[in-house]
């Protein structure tokens, strides 16, 4: 990775991100943007069925109902599904900036144990953006939207043409998707950024 930026803090030319006008009002849900996904798709009976919302400025919220099937330790959650329900806000974020982007980096930190029937009310925003990198920022709460932090992350997404699910999805997930006439109309939303 020699020479290669990775790292999580923007650098001092990055910008302030920027709300697309055709993002969804603050309080409107975000929709699954695939059925199938494991952090937000209807389709997948042990995933997170994780609901996002539109905030003001380039923000989301979302809560994650953690079930028996997420556990690590008895009943507690799995640090790594923690990581998903952040990996997942953060993810939908990019809705808002109507960029296509994929998880570079995510730095979870685990603040408290989150036991199986917890909701955790999770808020991300967008930080700064540099040509296709994307700062953002996530913590998840619980016992209410006020509660204490159990779990934080800072990312780094990176923009990607839809080629790059096409190109690299297995082909039969690809294939249906691509037939799929409210998935193609979902994903062709963000091709039209300028
Ligand atoms: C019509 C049907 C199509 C179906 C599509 C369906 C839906 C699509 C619509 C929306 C869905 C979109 C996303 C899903 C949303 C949420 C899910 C949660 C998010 C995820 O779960 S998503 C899965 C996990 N994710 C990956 O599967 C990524 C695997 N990976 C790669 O695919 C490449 O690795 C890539 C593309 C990341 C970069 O590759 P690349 O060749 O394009 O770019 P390059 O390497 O030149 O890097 C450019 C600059 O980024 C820096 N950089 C690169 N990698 C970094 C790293 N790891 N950490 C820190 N910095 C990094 C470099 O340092 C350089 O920075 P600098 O220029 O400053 O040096």
């Not at 290669?4 to 697309?20: F, K, S, Y």
């Not at 929709?31 to 996904?37: N, Q, S, T, V």
């Not at 905030?55 to 997420?70: D, L, M, N, Q, Y």
């Not at 640090?79 to 997942?88: F, I, P, Q, R, S």
Request: proline residues 9%; aromatic residues 6%; glycine residues 12%.
């Amino acid at each position: 990775m020699s020479g290669r930026n990775t790292a999580l803090t923007p650098p001092d030319d990055a910008a302030a991100p920027v709300r697309h006008p055709d993002a969804p009002a603050p309080g409107e849900p975000l929709g699954a943007h695939y059925g199938h996904c494991f952090g937000c798709g209807e389709g997948q009976p042990h995933g997170l069925h994780l609901e996002a919302r539109a905030g003001e400025g380039v923000r989301v919220s979302a809560e994650f109902t953690v079930k028996p099937a997420h556990q690590g330790a008895p009943g507690l959650a799995h640090g790594g599904v923690l990581a998903t329900a952040l990996d997942e806000t953060l993810g939908s974020l990019n809705w808002l900036l109507r960029v296509i982007a994929v998880t570079g980096r995510l730095e979870t930190d685990f603040v408290r144990p989150v036991p199986v029937g917890t909701v955790l009310y999770l808020e991300a925003e967008v930080t700064a953006v540099a040509g296709r990198k994307i700062y953002s920022t996530a913590v998840g709460r619980i016992g209410g939207p006020q509660g204490p932090v159990a779990v934080r992350a800072d990312a780094l997404f990176i923009e990607v043409k839809v080629d790059h699910f096409i190109d690299n999805g297995r082909p039969e997930e690809i294939r249906a998707a691509m037939s799929d006439p409210d998935q193609v109309r979902r994903t062709r939303a963000f091709e039209v950024n300028p």
